[in-house]
Structures are given as structure tokens and as C-alpha cells.
């Protein structure tokens, strides 16, 4: 099971300096959308430089162009880039052939998918590597549970692993590892912690 650690800061410096302190704890470094938006993909550059021992991830939640998107994170250095899971079918299909390509990846994220059961198998079908099951940041103080579309999941998916992401903490995490996810993604967390490091080896000892 691997550790994503998700770096939603505007400001590049802030999130080096937070994986600078998580770096040999991790296998996945995100580099968030609200820094790409800000930044751009430069800063995937830069972190993969940094180190090359870890995955990087470009989250740039494609919705179309699949392939020419795709590649611009690849080409800056990603390793897996994600792509909406209500985008069509064609541009899933289009990014994950780049991936293919590439010898990269590609990580489907069910974000705002109304019927996540007849959708699930349709992804499944393009067999992308990874298909995120992801509580957004706008409904993470709604009461939302995902244990449910987690398990959904989970049983649905026979060609892709799952990854699962959005306000997990220690407090969820025991109950999201019943289901076996491939990848957990920590944001939040360990970001907003006063002491980074400690809230990601918190993580760790849950995931050992
Ligand atoms: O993609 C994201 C938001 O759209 C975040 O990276 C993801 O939700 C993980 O962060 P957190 O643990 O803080 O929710």
C-alpha cells in the first residue's frame, strides 16, 4: 500500500519545505492542483529533480484533450497524472494511451461522479492504473461518508486498483484499510499539522 502525500499549497516554498521533512516516508508526491494552477508545472519539475526516488503526481484533473494534457505532465516529469472520471470515455482513453506510451500512468478521479456503480465498470473497461475514490475539499465538512462508494468500489473494480483520497486523518483510516486500497492519499493532515512529521509517521504506523 502506498502513501501519496498531497501538497494543495498555493506556494511552492511552504510545500518543499513540508516534504523536505516527510520525503523518506512517502512513495507518492503530489503536487496539487491549487499549486498547479499557481505555479504551473514547473514546480513538478522541480520536486521530481529533487527526488527522483519518488513518484511524482501531476493533479491536473483532465477533462479533455486526455493525450495533450497528459503529456504535458508527463513531459514535465510526472509519473501519473489524474483525469477526471466524468470526463468522456475518449479522453480517459486518449490519457491512458500516452501513459501507455510513456511507460507513466494514470489515475482516474471519481470527484463529482453522480453514479459511481454504472460508471465504475465503465472505467474499468480503459483500464487505467488507478481510479480514486475522493471526498472533495467542499464536502469534506458536509458529513459525507465514503466508506460506502469505497466498498462500491472495491468490489467493482477488476483491471484497476483503487486509491482513496479526501479528509483522511487517523480517525478514518483504520476503517478505509478494511477495503485495501493500492494508494491512500494524505493532504490536509499532515500539511496543516504543527509538526508534519509527526502526523505522517501517525500515518505510516496505520498503514505498516
Ligand atoms: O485533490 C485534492 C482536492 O481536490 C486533495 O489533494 C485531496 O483531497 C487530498 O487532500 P486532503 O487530505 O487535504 O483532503
Known amino acids: 500500500m502506498k502513501l501519496q502525500l498531497a501538497l494543495d499549497s498555493s506556494n511552492s516554498q511552504e510545500a518543499k519545505r513540508i516534504l523536505e521533512k516527510v520525503s523518506d516516508l512517502v ?9 498547479l494552477m499557481k505555479e504551473g508545472v514547473k514546480v513538478v519539475t522541480e520536486i ?5 526516488q519518488l513518484e511524482v503526481l501531476a493533479d491536473l484533473k483532465i477533462m479533455d484533450a486526455g493525450d495533450i494534457e497528459a503529456s504535458i505532465g508527463f513531459e514535465a516529469g510526472a509519473d501519473i497524472v489524474t483525469v477526471l472520471g466524468v470526463a468522456h470515455d475518449v479522453t480517459i482513453g486518449r490519457a491512458v494511451n500516452q501513459a501507455r506510451t510513456l511507460s507513466k500512468k494514470v489515475m482516474i478521479d471519481l470527484i463529482a461522479v453522480s453514479d459511481v456503480r454504472a460508471r ?3 472505467i474499468d473497461a480503459i483500464a487505467p492504473d488507478y481510479c480514486c475514490v475522493h471526498t472533495a475539499f467542499d464536502l469534506q465538512d458536509h458529513g459525507m461518508d465514503p466508506l460506502r462508494e469505497i466498498q462500491l468500489v472495491q468490489s467493482a473494480l477488476k483491471r484497476t486498483q483503487m486509491a482513496v483520497a479526501g479528509g483522511i486523518n487517523p480517525g478514518i483510516l483504520p476503517d478505509i484499510l478494511a477495503y485495501h486500497p493500492a494508494v491512500v492519499i494524505v493532504g490536509g493532515f499532515i500539511t496543516n499539522h504543527p509538526e508534519p512529521r509527526q502526523a505522517a509517521l501517525q500515518i505510516k504506523e496505520l498503514l505498516a
Not at 512513495?27 to 499549486?35: A, K
Not at 521530481?48 to 527522483?52: F, L, N, T
Open 27 to 35: 512513495d507518492i508526491v503530489e503536487v496539487g492542483t491549487p499549486l
Open 48 to 52: 521530481k529533480s529533487a527526488y527522483p
Open 120 to 122: 465504475i465498470d465503465q
